[in-house]
């Protein structure tokens, strides 16, 4: 049985990769999507996972398949389905190794996984469930979402949350705000950037936003602070832990890698949500810093998520 069950997408991110000899931009095929990165990154760091989500029947999506088995993720409910075509991310790449997004998903086979496609003693024996919001879109993986988070609630799985805002896949940023609000009553760890707070939680300081995610029951919270490192926030009080310096080459798939890593740290403490003070989860964090901090030193997401090795080796140092 998995330690972690992801439910989302998974997807291609076509990652701008220079221009061809003709001086036409070349775009390289990439697997990522935020819920397989954060398995991925667990996968690597020794800890079983599961994903649910849907892929079309199409070149793509039977390489999506193949790239989770080939990093040990269980994908037995991951639905291959002919109607529908895998979502498509085209990814844009400042000097800087920022991004911008250009999504071909109307619909995306991602959004069209139904509550009845899920397997819910699969949610129900895992240690924690994680979910992002771009399934909360649109209609049925909306649904499929929220029913799966009340069986992970039910069953006593703990619920893990990254907003992961993309606003090109919104009808605006109050309809999203509203529906990634929806999540929340749910959750027992959250992660979000510092551009996210406003929108999630309408306060801008990751202080306030971490305290007010922690008042609505939120256990541990922590918002990612780019190349600052992270902030995080328990019952007992909050903390910056700083990042590790990198020269960065592609930020694609950096938070999901570094919640892999926060996640392994939780389960491999032992700790309970609840349980989990600010001496522990500054350790989390800087555990997923390591993992972060040497994905972005590569291209793409999950190719360039790192060994067990390599994070301990950085760590050590």
Not at 70 to 92: E, K, M, Q, R, W
Not at 134 to 162: C, F, H, Q
Request: charged share 20%.
């Amino acid at each position: 049985m998995a330690e972690v069950t992801a439910l989302g997408e998974v997807l291609i991110d076509f990652t701008d990769a220079g221009t061809s000899e003709g001086g036409q931009k070349l775009f390289e095929r990439n697997p990522g999507g935020a819920p397989a990165n954060v398995l991925v990154a667990l996968e690597r760091l020794g800890h079983k996972t599961a994903f649910i989500g849907k892929v079309g029947d199409d070149m793509h999506g039977r390489f999506l398949k193949q790239v989770m088995d080939d990093n040990g993720v269980d994908t037995s409910n991951l639905v291959i389905d002919p109607n529908f075509f895998t979502t498509l991310a085209f990814v844009a790449l400042s000097p800087t190794g920022e991004r911008t997004f250009s999504f071909a998903r109307k619909p995306g086979a991602d959004t069209q996984l139904a509550p009845s496609e899920l397997d819910r003693d699969l949610i129900a024996g895992s240690r924690v469930f994680h979910v992002g919001s771009l399934s909360l879109t649109n209609e049925p993986a909306r649904s499929a979402t929220m029913t799966a988070l009340r069986v992970a609630k039910d069953a006593g799985v703990v619920v893990s949350y990254d907003p992961n805002y993309r606003d090109t896949l919104w009808d605006g940023p109050e309809v999203a705000a509203g529906q990634m609000r929806t999540v929340i009553p749910y959750v027992d760890v959250m992660k979000l950037s510092d551009e996210e707070c406003e929108l999630v939680t309408g306060r801008l300081e990751p202080a306030m936003a971490a305290e007010w995610l922690l008042e609505q029951g939120v256990k541990v919270c922590v918002v990612t602070l780019g190349a600052d490192g992270a902030f995080v926030a328990t019952h007992d009080g909050s903390a910056v832990v700083p990042g590790y310096a990198a020269d960065v080459v592609d930020t694609t798939g950096a938070g999901d890698s570094f919640w892999g890593g926060f996640l392994a740290g939780m389960l491999e403490s032992g700790l309970a949500p609840a349980d989990v003070d600010i001496a522990a989860a500054q350790g989390f964090v800087r555990l997923g810093n390591a993992v972060a901090s040497l994905t972005v030193r590569g291209r793409g997401g999950i190719p360039s998520i790192p060994e067990r090795k390599d994070v301990e080796a950085l760590l050590a140092k």
